[in-house]
């Protein structure tokens, strides 16, 4: 019991020296925690005042800066200020000195009319002076001088115009010349010349009867069949085919070689040959179409296009040969294109199919021209070369390869010896150009020269004079144009001349 009592003093006295000891312990802990708090009081004050010692001078500097920019923005408001002001005085006094120079101009404007006024009485007086010592009123005084001022200017007018003619016309002659001479000295081809008559030879007067046959039955076959007119004549050992159509005359002449080299001639014998003879026509008419495209190295065109080109061949104008009249204007409108910097390839297929309809203008109705535009659309050629059919006949053809294809179809057209024509067709041509110019008023007389390629006209210097010649020129070449046909170039020459004689006695 001792022990234990003890044991509960003790433990009781030792809970208590430890209560003790805790409580010292806690006390120094809190005495350090308070240390450390206050040390960091102090160091945040210091970095507090640090801090607002950096942000006041911040302040004062932003300060300095704000006033500097004020005191600038200050001067320069003063000087725009200025700078207005002295403009405002300037335009006050530009506008002062404008309304002074404004009231001198009304001014002399004034003076102006009031002198006007003067000027204007003085002439109406002058004026009424004038009239009373001439006799003549304003109106007739005043045409008098116009017909005067008019008939003097009209001297001039007439020099002028000529000089400008003359000299435009040399010019462009020189030009002109230049080219077409480098294009034919290029394009020299042949000539041929046919008319409507084609000579068959025989090997005897024998063989005569027999191609008439009994009671004329052979010759009515063969001209019934080919449409050709056969001739027998006194010629010696040779008959003549007679037509229009050089197709029906070849077809003719080679069914007769035939009869003629068989030996056995009657109507059934008649009919195989000319049926061959049409064949080998057809053939032929087929090759010369195409050696022609081959020659000018043309290519693009319908077959069929191109057998009605070789037709051609067995067509003239005037006595030329169509084809080589085509293939020549081909190769001139080539060069004269390459030239002048049209379209070469166009004005060459235009010149090559350029007559293509008098390839059957025979067959068809209407002028070539416009049959040769049809066949062309028809086989879907390009509107600016088909338009060559129509141009080489219009009188201004709107585009350049147009106008080439005219000049080339008149060059080849019109050279010495590329056509003919009978004398009495020829006699009636230089007729109708002669008696065309002798309707216009104030012609008195009218020659044909040169084998009609060209007319002087003479006319009356009384009815008309230098002006109205010049018209009168014009018009007769227009109406050559429209109403006549001739080959290449056809040249107007007037003559207006005044003789007076007189008789010294």
């Given at each position: 019991m001792?022990?234990i009592?003890?044991?509960?003093i003790?433990?009781?006295?030792?809970?208590?020296?430890?209560?003790?000891?805790r409580?010292?312990?806690?006390?120094?802990?809190?005495?350090?925690?308070?240390?450390?708090?206050?040390?960091?009081?102090?160091?945040?004050?210091?970095k507090?005042g640090?801090?607002?010692?950096?942000?006041?001078?911040?302040?004062?500097?932003?300060?300095?800066?704000?006033?500097?920019?004020?005191?600038?923005?200050?001067?320069?408001?003063?000087?725009?200020q200025?700078?207005l002001e002295?403009?405002?005085g300037?335009?006050?006094?530009?506008?002062?000195?404008?309304?002074?120079?404004?009231?001198?101009?009304?001014?002399?404007?004034?003076?102006?009319?009031?002198?006007?006024?003067?000027?204007?009485?003085?002439k109406?007086e002058?004026?009424?002076?004038?009239?009373?010592?001439?006799g003549?009123?304003?109106?007739?005084?005043?045409?008098?001088?116009?017909?005067?001022?008019?008939?003097?200017a009209?001297?001039?007018?007439?020099g002028?115009?000529?000089?400008?003619?003359e000299?435009?016309?040399?010019?462009?002659?020189?030009?002109?010349?230049?080219?077409?001479?480098?294009?034919?000295?290029?394009?020299?081809?042949?000539?041929?010349?046919?008319?409507?008559t084609?000579?068959?030879?025989?090997?005897?007067?024998?063989?005569?009867?027999?191609?008439?046959?009994k009671e004329?039955r052979?010759?009515?076959t063969?001209e019934?069949l080919?449409?050709?007119?056969?001739?027998?004549?006194?010629?010696?050992?040779?008959?003549?085919?007679?037509?229009?159509?050089l197709?029906?005359?070849?077809?003719?002449?080679?069914?007769?070689?035939?009869?003629?080299?068989?030996?056995?001639?009657?109507?059934g014998?008649i009919?195989?040959?000319?049926?061959?003879?049409?064949?080998?026509?057809?053939?032929?008419?087929?090759?010369?179409?195409?050696?022609?495209?081959f020659?000018?190295g043309?290519?693009?065109?319908?077959?069929?296009l191109?057998?009605?080109?070789g037709?051609?061949?067995?067509?003239?104008s005037?006595?030329?040969?169509?084809?080589?009249?085509?293939?020549?204007?081909?190769?001139?409108s080539s060069?004269?294109?390459?030239?002048?910097?049209?379209?070469?390839?166009?004005?060459?297929?235009?010149?090559?199919l350029?007559?293509?309809?008098?390839a059957?203008?025979?067959?068809?109705?209407?002028?070539?021209?416009?049959i040769?535009y049809?066949?062309?659309?028809k086989?879907?050629?390009?509107?600016?070369?088909?338009?060559m059919?129509i141009?080489?006949?219009?009188d201004?053809?709107?585009?350049?390869?147009?106008?080439?294809?005219?000049?080339?179809?008149?060059?080849?057209a019109?050279?010495?010896?590329?056509?003919?024509?009978?004398?009495?067709?020829?006699l009636?041509?230089?007729?109708e150009?002669?008696?065309?110019?002798?309707?216009?008023p104030?012609?008195?007389?009218?020659?044909?020269?040169q084998?009609g390629?060209?007319?002087?006209?003479?006319?009356?210097?009384?009815e008309?004079?230098?002006?109205?010649?010049?018209?009168?020129?014009k018009?007769?070449?227009?109406?050559?144009?429209?109403?006549?046909?001739?080959?290449?170039?056809?040249?107007v020459?007037l003559?207006?001349?005044?003789?007076?004689?007189?008789?010294?006695?």
């Open positions: 001792f022990y009592i003890v044991g509960i003790a433990l009781v006295v030792g809970l208590f020296v430890g209560y003790l000891i409580q010292q312990i806690g006390a120094g802990r809190a005495n350090s925690a308070e240390q450390k708090a206050e040390k960091m009081l102090a160091e945040a004050k210091t507090e640090d801090i607002i010692l950096k942000a006041k001078e911040s302040a004062l500097k932003i300060l300095d800066e704000a006033k500097k920019d004020e005191e600038s923005r200050r001067r320069d408001l003063k000087e725009h200025l700078r002295k403009r405002e300037l335009f006050d006094q530009k506008l002062l000195e404008l309304q002074e120079k404004h009231q001198k101009l009304q001014d002399k404007a004034a003076q102006i009319e009031q002198i006007k006024g003067e000027i204007q009485r003085i109406s002058q004026e009424q002076k004038l009239e009373t010592i001439s003549l009123d304003r109106e007739t005084a005043r045409n008098i001088l116009l017909e005067k001022v008019e008939k003097d009209q001297e001039d007018i007439l002028r115009i000529k000089k400008v003619q000299q435009g016309v040399e010019d462009v002659a020189v030009y002109a010349r230049g080219i077409v001479a480098d294009a034919m000295s290029r394009c020299a081809m042949s000539v041929i010349s046919e008319n409507t084609t000579t068959v030879p025989l090997t005897s007067d024998e063989m005569k009867g027999r191609i008439i046959g004329g052979n010759i009515r063969i019934s080919t449409g050709v007119d056969i001739i027998i004549d006194d010629t010696p050992q040779a008959i003549t085919l007679s037509g229009f159509s197709i029906r005359r070849q077809v003719a002449k080679l069914a007769i070689e035939k009869l003629l080299k068989d030996g056995r001639i009657h109507p014998r009919e195989e040959y000319v049926e061959q003879a049409k064949q080998e026509i057809a053939g032929e008419i087929k090759k010369a179409g195409e050696d022609a495209i020659s000018l043309v290519t693009g065109l319908d077959p069929k191109v057998q009605i080109l037709r051609l061949k067995f067509r003239t005037f006595g030329q040969n169509a084809l080589l009249h085509s293939m020549e204007v081909a190769y001139l060069f004269l294109a390459a030239e002048l910097g049209a379209d070469v390839n166009v004005c060459k297929k235009g010149g090559l350029h007559d293509i309809g008098k059957v203008d025979h067959e068809v109705q209407g002028g070539h021209p416009q040769g049809e066949i062309m659309k086989f879907n050629m390009p509107e600016d070369i088909s338009y059919c141009a080489h006949h219009e201004a053809p709107h585009t350049l390869e147009g106008v080439v294809v005219k000049v080339a179809d008149a060059i080849s019109s050279r010495p010896g590329a056509r003919s024509d009978t004398a009495e067709r020829y009636q041509r230089i007729s150009l002669e008696n065309l110019a002798l309707d216009f104030g012609v008195e007389k009218a020659y044909a020269i084998a390629r060209e007319i002087r006209v003479f006319v009356s210097p009384d008309i004079d230098d002006l109205r010649a010049y018209a009168t020129a018009s007769i070449a227009k109406k050559i144009e429209d109403e006549l046909n001739y080959p290449g170039e056809l040249k020459t003559i207006r001349e005044k003789r007076i004689i007189e008789y010294a006695k």
